[in-house]
């Protein structure tokens, strides 16, 4: 299965944000607080085929409907061309980029090492889960971080640039949401070990070096409560140096994460009410999990809670299983569950009604 039509059949198994404010000399936290995260966000892909005209438009509609952010994947090329545009319509550009899922990278292939190994023995660099486009590398190894971390040092050296988008920090997913398991004709019960990831030869030394455990040694890795916690920390450990890069640029980051912190640990490892970030982005696609719309507010509010004031939340809506009936709701549960704003994936699922509604928001605040 190809991945564009994987996306419109599942939707993505994960996302992530990073946001800067530019080259201004106040310091990171400050600049943080200084900015206004109230406000509606578009997730969005690059295509360098539109004309000036054609994003004018795109900018104007999504300006009138009061979304001011967009998370956008592109080259520096591509940020460059409509970086200026959308600055004419006070819309702030985010550069939206996969972290630890490197499909297609060419540097990262000329590596097989980087890449992430299952309880199976197998690697994402030849052996992938699920789909083919996934291709992990693992967050424990020190030339991971510097090729992340050089990517991050490029995109902030764009002019205009606001920040930085986090997507895919996070490992594999060892259990897929509810929704997606029919598609693939499994039942995920417990941890399979052709998903469980990473038991490469830097993680089990570094493991074993922390906590004195020979991973090998144990009968049922799953249940060691120090292994599951040494990958939640090695995610974050990327994640907050990577914070670190940003706020020298003077840059925002944020990323997109699963809906709320404890079923992420449960999913794929990602502990995010534990990360420096200036702001989260989760994912909050109720089908996924067989939930209904009112689950919106309810995993909206578990993810406020637990980051106890530490950043802004931001609530990512699915607009493919959003119907234009259901989506006032959604986006008033967001609200009520205590986020600052919605984003909506994406661009190319986005109707009418949903600008509509968005419009009557902000004709109502104003």
Same mark, same amino acid.
């Given at each position: 299965? $190809?991945?564009?039509?994987?996306?419109?059949?599942?939707?993505?198994? &994960?996302?992530?944000?990073? +946001?800067?404010?530019?080259?201004?000399?106040?310091?990171?936290?400050?600049?943080?607080?200084? /900015?206004?995260? !109230?406000?509606?966000?578009?997730?969005?892909?690059?295509?360098?085929?539109?004309?000036?005209?054609?994003?004018?438009?795109?900018?104007?509609?999504?300006?009138?409907?009061?979304?001011?952010?967009?998370?956008?994947?592109?080259?520096?090329?591509?940020?460059?061309?409509?970086?200026? %545009?959308?600055?004419?319509?006070?819309?702030?550009?985010?550069?939206?980029?996969?972290?630890?899922?490197?499909?297609?990278?060419?540097?990262?292939?000329?590596? =097989?090492?980087?890449?992430?190994?299952?309880?199976?023995?197998?690697?994402?660099?030849?052996?992938? =889960? /699920?789909?083919?486009? /996934?291709?992990?590398?693992? =967050?424990?190894?020190?030339?991971?971080?510097?090729?992340?971390?050089?990517?991050?040092?490029?995109?902030? &050296?764009?002019?205009?640039?606001?920040?930085?988008? +986090?997507?895919?920090?996070?490992?594999?997913?060892?259990?897929?949401?509810?929704?997606?398991?029919?598609?693939?004709?499994?039942?995920?019960?417990?941890?399979?070990?052709?998903?469980?990831?990473?038991?490469?030869?830097?993680?089990?030394?570094?493991?074993?070096?922390?906590?004195?455990?020979?991973?090998? !040694?144990? !009968?049922?890795?799953?249940?060691?409560?120090?292994?599951?916690?040494?990958?939640?920390?090695?995610?974050?450990? %990327?994640?907050?140096?990577?914070?670190?890069?940003?706020?020298?640029?003077?840059?925002?980051?944020?990323?997109?994460?699963?809906?709320? =912190? !404890?079923?992420?640990?449960?999913?794929?490892?990602?502990?995010? $009410?534990?990360?420096?970030?200036?702001?989260?982005?989760?994912?909050?696609?109720?089908?996924? /999990?067989?939930?209904?719309?009112?689950?919106?507010?309810?995993?909206?509010?578990?993810?406020?809670?637990?980051?106890?004031?530490?950043?802004? +939340?931001?609530?990512?809506?699915?607009?493919?299983?959003?119907?234009?009936?259901?989506?006032?709701? &959604?986006?008033?549960?967001?609200?009520?569950?205590?986020?600052?704003?919605? &984003?909506?994936? $994406? +661009?190319?699922?986005?109707?009418?009604?949903?600008?509509?509604?968005?419009?009557?928001?902000?004709?109502?605040?104003?």
């Amino acid at each position: 299965m $190809d991945k564009r039509k994987f996306l419109k059949i599942n939707g993505l198994l &994960a996302t992530g944000v990073a +946001l800067g404010m530019g080259n201004f000399a106040c310091s990171s936290k400050e600049t943080s607080t200084q /900015y206004n995260w !109230e406000r509606n966000w578009m997730w969005m892909h690059a295509n360098m085929e539109r004309s000036d005209e054609e994003w004018n438009s795109i900018f104007k509609n999504l300006k009138g409907a009061g979304i001011t952010g967009i998370l956008i994947g592109g080259d520096v090329a591509m940020y460059e061309k409509i970086i200026p %545009l959308a600055s004419q319509f006070d819309i702030d550009v985010h550069a939206w980029m996969w972290t630890l899922n490197r499909n297609g990278d060419k540097e990262a292939l000329k590596h =097989p090492d980087w890449y992430t190994v299952s309880r199976k023995g197998d690697s994402c660099f030849d052996v992938r =889960p /699920y789909v083919d486009y /996934y291709q992990w590398v693992c =967050p424990s190894k020190e030339e991971v971080f510097e090729h992340i971390k050089t990517q991050v040092e490029t995109l902030s &050296a764009v002019e205009g640039l606001k920040g930085i988008h +986090l997507d895919y920090v996070r490992y594999s997913d060892v259990i897929l949401a509810k929704a997606l398991q029919p598609q693939y004709n499994l039942v995920q019960d417990k941890e399979y070990p052709e998903f469980d990831f990473c038991y490469c030869e830097t993680c089990r030394d570094k493991f074993k070096e922390q906590s004195g455990i020979d991973i090998a !040694e144990l !009968e049922d890795p799953t249940q060691s409560k120090e292994w599951r916690q040494y990958r939640y920390d090695s995610v974050t450990n %990327l994640v907050n140096r990577l914070v670190e890069v940003a706020h020298g640029k003077n840059k925002l980051i944020t990323a997109a994460v699963f809906p709320y =912190p !404890e079923l992420a640990r449960t999913i794929c490892r990602q502990s995010w $009410d534990d990360w420096d970030l200036d702001a989260f982005f989760p994912m909050i696609y109720q089908n996924f /999990y067989e939930e209904d719309i009112e689950w919106i507010k309810t995993a909206t509010s578990i993810g406020v809670t637990d980051l106890d004031g530490k950043a802004p +939340l931001i609530t990512g809506l699915y607009l493919p299983e959003v119907t234009g009936e259901e989506f006032p709701t &959604a986006v008033k549960n967001s609200l009520e569950g205590g986020a600052k704003g919605v &984003a909506l994936f $994406d +661009l190319g699922a986005s109707k009418e009604t949903h600008y509509n509604t968005l419009r009557a928001l902000k004709d109502k605040k104003d």
